[in-house]
C-alpha cells in the first residue's frame, strides 16, 4: 500500500473505521478506540486533538458497535492496519479503556511495536469474571463472537505501560488482574476512570499532553519510570487501595447521636454463581472462580472495643459480605447491637474477613460510612474509621474537640440500639 503521497486514507469493514492520517513518515501511533466519554455515545478518533500537536503519523481504528474489538472481521482489520503501518520506523500503540483492552490484544498481531500506552483497559469482558462489574456485566450480552476470554495475552509485556486511576474500586480489580499476568500497571492519584480525559482537563492544566508528548518522542525509552517521572505529583504508585492508612471521618451532632448520612455508596457485586452451578455444578464453579482468583463469601461481623474489660455485645442485626480478588478485599458490613454496660473503653472495632497486609507500603484501607447511629456523649464531634496495617478489625474512632481524645467508656454509647454500615477496601496479608 503507497501512503507516500497520501495525507488521509479510510479504510471500512463490517465492523470497523479505519483511518490513516499520514504527516510524518517516521513514526506512526495507532490509536485503538473506546466506547466512547463513561462508556457513553459513539466511539471517536481517540487523542486525535493532542497527537495531532506531536508531528506523528496516526491511525485511528474504532469499533462500530463497541464490542471490544470482538467480532469475526477483527483479524482483517488488524491485517488492514498492519499493511498501513509497515512502512514507518516506529510504532506505537494506544487505547483507553475498551481502547486498552484492544491495544493491548493487538500486540499478539504485530512483532515491530515500540511501545504501548494503555488507560484503564479492562482485563476481560466475558462471564464470569466481568459480572463483578456492574458498568460491563451487561456487554456479553450484546456480544455474539466472543475473540477474547481475557486481553492479558501479550509477547511484549515489558512495552506496555497501564495506566489506571485509584478512585473506582472496579477499576483495581481488573488492575490486580493484568498485575497477576506479569503487567506493570501505574495509578493517577485521584483520578476515576476517565483518565485521559481527566487529565486532558486537570485543574493544574492539561497533564495528559506531557504525557503523550514523552509517549511519542522516540529518541527515548518510554519505560515505567519515564510514565511515573511524567505524571510527576499524579503518580500514585500503589493506588488508594493498598496504600497507607487512609481515613474516612465524618462530623457529629453536636450533642452526639443519630447521625444519618446523606451518601449513597453502590453495593459490592459479586459473580453470578447461581449461573455458575447450573452450568458446571459447584465444584467446578468453585474452581472457575479460584482459578480466576475470586472469593465472594458471608461473614458475620464481630463488634468490640480495643480494650474490651467485662463488655458484652448484644446484637439485634449483624451482617458482612465481601468480595476478594486476589488479595484485593471489598467488604460491606451492616450492623446493630446494643453494648452491655461494663468497663470496657477505647475504640470501636468490627471484625474483618481477613488480616490487612503488614508492610507499610501495603497495608492499610480505606473504610466509607454510609449509615451511622451510636449515640456518643456530648463532645466528641468527629467519627472516623480505618483499617491499619497488619489488623484483622476496623476501627470506628470518636474525638473530642476539646483535647482530640479519643478514648471513651462503654457506658458513653448510651443507652438502646447502636448501628452502622460501612464500606471499604484493603490488602489482605
Known amino acids: ?101 484492544g491495544a493491548i490484544a493487538f500486540t499478539n498481531y504485530n512483532d515491530a511495536i515500540d511501545r504501548v500506552l494503555t488507560f484503564n483497559p479492562q482485563f476481560s469482558i466475558a462471564r464470569p469474571f466481568i459480572d463483578f462489574d456492574l458498568r460491563y456485566r451487561h456487554v456479553p450480552d450484546e456480544i455474539k463472537h466472543q475473540l477474547w476470554l481475557d486481553f492479558a495475552k501479550s509477547p511484549i509485556k515489558s512495552k506496555v505501560r497501564i495506566l489506571f486511576g485509584n478512585n473506582e474500586w472496579e477499576d483495581y480489580i481488573h488492575a490486580s488482574m493484568f498485575e497477576a499476568c506479569g503487567f506493570t500497571v501505574a495509578y493517577a492519584n485521584g483520578l476515576s476512570h476517565g483518565v485521559p480525559y481527566q487529565l486532558k482537563r486537570h485543574a493544574q492544566g492539561n497533564r495528559l499532553l506531557p504525557i503523550l508528548a514523552a509517549f511519542c518522542d522516540f529518541s527515548r525509552d518510554f519505560s515505567d519510570d519515564a510514565l511515573r517521572h511524567v505524571l510527576g505529583d499524579l503518580n500514585s504508585h500503589v493506588g488508594l487501595l493498598p496504600g497507607a492508612v487512609r481515613v474516612s471521618s ?90 452491655v454496660r461494663g468497663q470496657g473503653r477505647g475504640d470501636l472495632q468490627v471484625s474483618l474477613p481477613y488480616t490487612s497486609a503488614q508492610a507499610s507500603v501495603d497495608g492499610g484501607g480505606t473504610v466509607v460510612f454510609t449509615n451511622v447511629r451510636i449515640n456518643w456523649p456530648e463532645g466528641f464531634s468527629q467519627l472516623s474509621a480505618a483499617v491499619s496495617p497488619g489488623s484483622d478489625h476496623a476501627t470506628l474512632r470518636a474525638f473530642r474537640t476539646s483535647d482530640n481524645s479519643a478514648v471513651i467508656q462503654a457506658g458513653d454509647l448510651g443507652e438502646g440500639d447502636c448501628g452502622f454500615n460501612i464500606v471499604g477496601f484493603y490488602l489482605a496479608a
Not at 459513539?42 to 463497541?66: M, R, Y
Not at 455458575?276 to 468490640?304: C, D, H, M, N, W
Not at 451482617?319 to 450492623?335: A, D, E, I, K, M
Request: charged residues 20%.
Open 1 to 101: 500500500m503507497d501512503i507516500s503521497s497520501t495525507q488521509k486514507q479510510s479504510f471500512e469493514t463490517a465492523n470497523y473505521h479505519v483511518t490513516h492520517d499520514h504527516s510524518s513518515p517516521d513514526h506512526v501511533v495507532i490509536s485503538f478506540a473506546s466506547r466512547g466519554f463513561y462508556g457513553a455515545g459513539e466511539p471517536i478518533e481517540e487523542f486525535k486533538g493532542t497527537l495531532s500537536k506531536l508531528g506523528v503519523s496516526c491511525i485511528f481504528i474504532t469499533d462500530k458497535s463497541a464490542h471490544w474489538y470482538n467480532h469475526p472481521d477483527t483479524l482483517e482489520m488488524f491485517s488492514i492496519v498492519n499493511d498501513l503501518a509497515k512502512s514507518y520506523k516506529k510504532i506505537a500503540v494506544i487505547g483507553d479503556s475498551m481502547g486498552g483492552s
Open 250 to 339: 465524618i462530623t457529629l451532632d453536636k450533642q452526639g447521636g443519630n447521625s444519618q448520612l446523606p451518601v449513597e455508596v453502590r453495593s459490592i457485586p459479586s459473580p453470578r454463581v447461581p449461573d455458575l452451578i447450573a452450568k458446571l455444578g459447584v465444584e467446578g464453579a468453585s474452581e472457575f472462580l479460584r482459578t480466576l482468583g475470586i472469593a465472594q463469601e458471608s461473614y458475620v461481623p464481630e463488634v468490640s472495643l480495643s480494650d474490651p474489660y467485662n463488655t458484652d455485645v448484644s446484637y439485634t442485626y449483624r451482617t458482612g459480605r465481601y468480595l476478594r480478588v486476589l488479595n484485593y478485599v471489598f467488604f460491606q458490613v451492616s450492623v446493630n447491637f446494643t453494648l
